[in-house]
Each structure stands twice: as structure tokens, then as C-alpha cells.
């Protein structure tokens, strides 16, 4: 099964962009494209803002942005906010089966 | 309007069973390419996927947890019953149930938490 790698923590000033990467580990990350992100608030559900690499449910802000090249997906977060403080998590759905990567905490500076 | 809501026992002791309940409205676990899903989240710690279910009865479960779970779906009662065989210590967590469409989580319920002791 595929895992997936992300950096712990990320952070920057309002108004400035961060971006969390996350890296697959085998071929099956670079073949699809159905990488999801999702933002947690502490004691809360968590809630996606990204799927299929880019696309975004609406309500969700155009601040957030999604990449993928290879075996790395990204997120990026423009115009920061103080509500954008959060938990993100990327996943991947590949032959019918679903999985997480370990989350980055994101902190508005 | 999607909601899900989870419900079952808030302690376990070990090596129970837990059996776990999403109850949901504003959709319909017959309508093609819909799917319900498992995960749990450790306290403090990341999500992770348990178990899914489809419209057609397909099951899935994680590779690491699939000899302990069982989903199971009640199309007419709007219910996906989720069991965890041989609870322990590490299994203790929140426990959410979520829609799933277009390879994604796109509603969830609150979660459930279940703590694991004897």
C-alpha cells in the first residue's frame, strides 16, 4: 500500500503563501490523480478543500491551490489568515483503497 | 443537506468487539458511485482510513486492519455498521463515518469517541 511522507509543521505571516508538499513512495502516487486535502480545527471533523489534485468544493476559497508532479503533490495556501491555523492532511485513493499522510500543523505567524 | 452521525459505546474494554453506527440522511447508499467510509483518529494524532462501503456492496478495508473489521450497509434504514474485533489501548480514538464520492470524503460526522480500558 501506498504511504505518504509530510513535513510535521509549516508556517507563515498573513497575507504571505505556504506550501505543505506531499510525497508518495511508490509508483502508484505518480500514476493517479486522486489526491485529496483535508483541514482539521482541533475537536473538529475534518473538512476537504482540495480533490483530484486541484479541484475545489465550493465554498472553498481560490487561496487554496493544489500541485502534483511525480510522486509530490502540494498545497499551497495563498494570502494566509489567521482561520487558515489548521491541520492538513493529503491522502490518495488508488484500486479502490484509501490513505492519509501523517498531517502538517500550519501556523499563522 | 448530507449529515452523518456516529453512535456506540463511548468505553470498550479489551479484546471486545466495538460496533460502531452511522445513521445518514440526504443521500442514498443505492445511487451509483456513492460510497460510506471509516476512519479514526488517535488522540493528537493523524487519520486513518479504516474501511469503506459501496453502493454495490463492495467492501474495502486497510490492509493493516482488515482482519478485525467488518463494514456492513442497511440501504433502507440509511445505516453502515462498522466492527472492530479484538479492541486494545491503540484502537482508542475518535471514530468518524463520511460520504464518499468522486474518490473523496466530502461530509462527515462528528466523530465518536471510544476509549479502550478494562
Known amino acids: 500500500q501506498s504511504a505518504l511522507t509530510q513535513p510535521p509543521s509549516a508556517s507563515g505571516s498573513p497575507g504571505q503563501s505556504v506550501t505543505i508538499s506531499c510525497t508518495g513512495t511508490n509508483s502508484d502516487f505518480a500514476r493517479f490523480n486522486y489526491v485529496s486535502w483535508y483541514q482539521q480545527y482541533p475537536g473538529k471533523a475534518p473538512k476537504v478543500i482540495l480533490f483530484e489534485v486541484n479541484k475545489r468544493p465550493s465554498g472553498v476559497p481560490d487561496r487554496f491551490s493544489g500541485f502534483k508532479s511525480g510522486n509530490t503533490a502540494s498545497l499551497t495556501v495563498s494570502g494566509l489568515q489567521a482561520e487558515d491555523e489548521a491541520d492538513y492532511y493529503c491522502s490518495l485513493y488508488v484500486r479502490s483503497n484509501y490513505v492519509f499522510g501523517p498531517g502538517t500543523k500550519v501556523t499563522v505567524l | 443537506q448530507i449529515t452523518l452521525e456516529e453512535s456506540g459505546p463511548t468505553l470498550v474494554k479489551p479484546t471486545q468487539t466495538l460496533t460502531l453506527t452511522c445513521n445518514f440522511s440526504g443521500f442514498s447508499l443505492s445511487s451509483s458511485g456513492v460510497a460510506v467510509g471509516w476512519i479514526r483518529q488517535p488522540p493528537g494524532k493523524a487519520l486513518e482510513w479504516l474501511a469503506l462501503?459501496?453502493?454495490?456492496?463492495?467492501?474495502r478495508y486497510s490492509p493493516s486492519l482488515k482482519s478485525r473489521l467488518t463494514i456492513t450497509k442497511d440501504t433502507s434504514r440509511n445505516q453502515v455498521v462498522l466492527t472492530m474485533a479484538n479492541m486494545g489501548p491503540l484502537d482508542t480514538g475518535t471514530y468518524f463515518c463520511a460520504h464518499f464520492i468522486y474518490r473523496h470524503f466530502d461530509s462527515w460526522g462528528q466523530g465518536a469517541l471510544v476509549t479502550v480500558s478494562s
Open positions: 462501503i459501496y453502493w454495490d456492496n463492495d467492501q
